[in-house]
């Protein structure tokens, strides 16, 4: 069956460390890969995406790495900051068999920076 | 400012009770799409809609009608709200199809 996995645990990580959050996925063939933020009681906010021909994409203290052969995302998160707690999904964009794509989400990690 | 607005945020109900949830965008996207959020399930997409007039089932579209007569709005009806469809609900928009999406801030509905 398909299925994308995320860390259900909450990682916690000290500040200024680097926070890596992964996604993985089993019988997908995903055409790209899509980062989100949510906060408590939010609705989730984009921050990346990366197609399956990059490896990796870059913004700010943000990184996204993508291995179709692993398949698996890893999310991460540089200098990290108090500001940077929260649940982060990852989404991927499904290929249909009968025609098509859609988006499918992960449950999502929480992360916590403390102090 | 680009947004998409949900209303109501709150909403207490009782079994049997027709209700709609608005969603409107002003980024005039396109494709819209409802979700439902649950502890320990993640998003679930309900219905979405590819443009006016077009609307499809997602992943869990029973007990819900959506329509899309204006391309701004998007609203999702109740028919008869039942306890098992107590959840959060998100909407959302995009330029396209799978592309990056804007939610809206959420609607939390409790169903008694």
């Known amino acids: 069956s398909q299925k994308i996995e995320q860390n259900s645990e909450a990682l916690n990580i000290q500040e200024g460390k680097t926070a890596t959050l992964t996604c993985n996925y089993t019988n997908y063939s995903p055409a790209y890969l899509q980062w989100y933020r949510q906060d408590p009681g939010r609705g989730p906010v984009f921050l990346l995406l990366i197609r399956e021909n990059e490896k990796e994409k870059r913004k700010e203290r943000l990184k996204v790495t993508f291995d179709t052969t692993l398949k698996q995302s890893l999310f991460h998160i540089t200098a990290s900051q108090p500001a940077d707690s929260a649940t982060y999904l990852c989404a991927l964009d499904i290929i249909l068999t009968g025609g098509g794509n859609k988006l499918t989400f992960g449950t999502g990690t929480q992360l916590k920076v403390e102090l | 400012e680009a947004q998409v607005t949900q209303n109501p945020r709150y909403l207490i109900t009782v079994t049997g009770k027709k209700l709609t949830v608005t969603c409107s965008q002003n980024?005039?996207?396109?494709?819209m799409s409802w979700y439902r959020q649950d502890p320990g399930l993640g998003l679930r997409q309900i219905y979405y809609?590819?443009?006016?007039?077009?609307?499809d089932k997602g992943d869990v579209p029973e007990g819900y009608k959506v329509s899309r007569k204006e391309k701004r709005n998007f609203p999702l009806i109740l028919e008869s709200p039942s306890p098992n469809q107590t959840s959060l609900y998100f909407c959302a928009s995009s330029i396209r199809h799978a592309g990056e999406l804007f939610f809206g801030e959420g609607s939390r509905l409790t169903v008694l």
């Open positions: 980024m005039n996207h396109e494709y």
């Open positions: 809609s590819m443009n006016v007039e077009v609307t």
